[in-house]
């Protein structure tokens, strides 16, 4: 194993050389692949490409990452599972994570987790609660990010004396990531014990950036707390361990925070001190992080707040406008490419799901007629046996054909995004307003996505496996809808009437007819005051719309407004849809629909 062990170190110091080479735009896939020792066995080859894999996300190149986790793909037999096949699943997970794309990377982590349970290894079931945790803070699931690091950091053990594994989740992410949660909720002491465990496990590891971004984690939940003094004591001491390691992103966000802890306890002379050390500091090291550049600069605006200082707002925004367009830019040039390989790679084992599927039924097929011949008391156990197939072969074919939705409309937002990104690029110091617009429509196309695919994961599921009900979806969409146009709507939705459809389609149909009512409510109707109903009555299901607004006189819209949309989806649901309605009288939608 040592000896082993000093061949892959050596290896792995040539390959940086080719990921510099890489990064300053040169193509060194083939470069890359020669590096493998001659007489490299297939299972050290798939080894040497997580090993590349790993590289590039260090460097942010997503992309490139996503293709050598193809080729891992390739070689993998996913029959059986193995730790690469593991690997493979978090690896893909991780990718998924840094582009935002985090309601498949939780449905890839769920699969990794599977595999690591199989396995019983304790640290790649820890490591797969860590990105549980993760993908559920991120979507604001706080409950359940507790939950999965919790569990975590019941199998997770300290690696120090271990060779086995490759890089994976340590202690203290767990425990960090869990800080994090708890101050996400409030919940401020329970934080600063895990940022406390957090700190002492990074030490054992001599892990130094893990010690400053604890202290400096810790220093936030004490400043919300208000205890400056201790606040202070620790950002101070997070700050000077990043800059002497020279983890200068960690240091960027340490800066801020302390202008911020300044600007808290009333002292606004070293508030403002300390931001102009941190935007020098910021100029002065190209290249930081944008999520913690990010960080930092809310802080400042949050800090100059304060102080009403509108000028320097101004400023910083400016330059939050100007970062968040360069990652948008970055990211967009990235997702298309790591969308198309990662769903390609989602078709694969969709494939292989349903070739796997049909295999066994056509064994099974086999296996009934031999039984039938011996004895016909098996009859009944193999029928339940073979529907369990062809349900598990529907199931496989329904994922596919939502893989190729998710694929199409995915790719479609992705052109436009990439198109109004250059167009804001290009129109940035000349046409700051068409600039400004550009990035307006990027965030309401980026919005609208992750809405649509919210939608489509969220119509699959039966009630029972998801907390968010249809009332609940419906009330938080109009909240956010009306709020700004002052209008006062009351929700009448009856859940135990739409849990009777089961099927994918028919639940999102209704959810769609739902929100573009509210949407027409908010964007026409000029109301004080609306409904959103849905009732059950004997056989059927009975929606209703309805706003106090200017109305129209139907005849002279050509059913615009979004209600050829509704009517169609109506009819798609063997419904029928009325409408009611005149210029100055409100408007009444109504639709009826067969319950099956």
Not at 3 to 28: E, S
Not at 198 to 221: D, M, W
Not at 305 to 313: I, L, P, S
Not at 430 to 441: F, I, S
Request: net charge neutral; with cysteine; aromatic share 10%.
């Amino acid at each position: 194993m040592a000896k082993r062990i000093v061949i892959w170190m050596a290896f792995l110091l040539n390959l940086f050389p080719l990921f510099a080479q890489k990064q300053n735009g040169t193509d060194t896939y083939s470069q890359l692949e020669s590096t493998i020792p001659s007489g490299t066995t297939q299972k050290d080859s798939v080894l040497h490409f997580f090993t590349i894999a790993d590289g590039y996300m260090d460097l942010d190149q997503y992309d490139s990452a996503e293709l050598w986790l193809s080729k891992v793909g390739d070689r993998l037999e996913f029959k059986k599972p193995g730790i690469f096949n593991y690997y493979y699943h978090s690896r893909q997970a991780e990718v998924f994570y840094y582009n935002n794309l985090l309601q498949i990377g939780l449905q890839q982590t769920n699969r990794a987790l599977q595999i690591a349970l199989q396995l019983k290894d304790s640290f790649f079931i820890a490591d797969a609660y860590n990105f549980l945790g993760l993908f559920s803070l991120n979507l604001e699931k706080f409950r359940e990010a507790e939950i999965y690091l919790k569990n975590g950091l019941r199998y997770c053990r300290d690696r120090a004396s271990d060779n086995y594994h490759l890089v994976l989740s340590e202690p203290h992410h767990l425990h960090g990531n869990l800080g994090e949660t708890y101050v996400k909720l409030g919940e401020y002491a329970k934080a600063l014990i895990h940022f406390d465990s957090s700190i002492q496990k990074a030490k054992a590891l001599n892990s130094q950036r893990a010690q400053g971004l604890g202290y400096i984690s810790a220093g936030e939940a004490l400043m919300e707390l208000k205890l400056y003094d201790s606040a202070f004591t620790c950002i101070q001491k997070g700050l000077k361990i990043a800059l002497d390691n020279k983890d200068n992103d960690v240091a960027l966000y340490g800066y801020g925070n302390l202008a911020q802890l300044y600007a808290r306890s009333h002292n606004k002379y070293d508030a403002y001190i300390t931001a102009g050390q941190g935007l020098a500091f910021q100029q002065d090291q190209p290249g930081l992080n944008p999520f913690y550049t990010l960080l930092f600069m809310e802080r400042l605006v949050a800090m100059y707040n304060t102080y009403n200082d509108f000028e320097n707002v101004a400023a910083i925004q400016k330059k939050i406008m100007e970062t968040e367009s360069s990652v948008r830019k970055k990211s967009n040039l990235q997702m298309e490419s790591v969308l198309s390989a990662g769903l390609n790679n989602e078709n694969k084992l969709l494939q292989f799901e349903i070739e796997e599927a049909r295999e066994k039924q056509s064994k099974s097929n086999l296996q009934a007629a031999f039984l039938l011949v011996i004895i016909a008391l098996m009859i009944l156990g193999i029928f339940y046996y073979r529907n369990a197939l062809k349900q598990k072969l529907a199931m496989a074919e329904m994922r596919e054909k939502i893989s190729r939705n998710l694929h199409d409309d995915i790719g479609a937002t992705i052109s436009s995004l990439h198109i109004y990104s250059s167009l804001a690029q290009s129109s940035l110091q000349d046409k700051p307003v068409k600039a400004k617009e550009m990035l307006e429509r990027i965030s309401e196309q980026s919005k609208m996505l992750m809405e649509n695919m919210n939608d489509m994961v969220w119509s699959m599921k039966a009630d029972a496996d998801d907390a968010m009900t249809l009332n609940t979806r419906i009330i938080n969409f109009g909240a956010e809808l009306l709020a700004a146009k002052n209008i006062q709507c009351k929700y009448r939705i009856d859940e135990a009437a739409f849990r009777c459809f089961s099927n994918y389609d028919d639940r999102k149909n209704i959810l769609l007819i739902l929100k573009e009512g509210l949407n027409n409510i908010a964007k026409y109707s000029e109301a004080t005051q609306a409904l959103v109903s849905l009732e059950k009555e004997p056989s059927q299901l009975v929606m209703e719309i309805w706003d106090n607004g200017i109305g129209f006189e139907p005849l002279n819209t050509s059913n615009g407004n979004g209600l050829k949309n509704m009517e169609a989806r109506a009819k798609a649901l063997n419904g029928s849809f009325s409408l009611k309605t005149a210029a100055g009288k409100g408007t009444l939608l109504r639709f009826t629909i067969h319950i099956p």
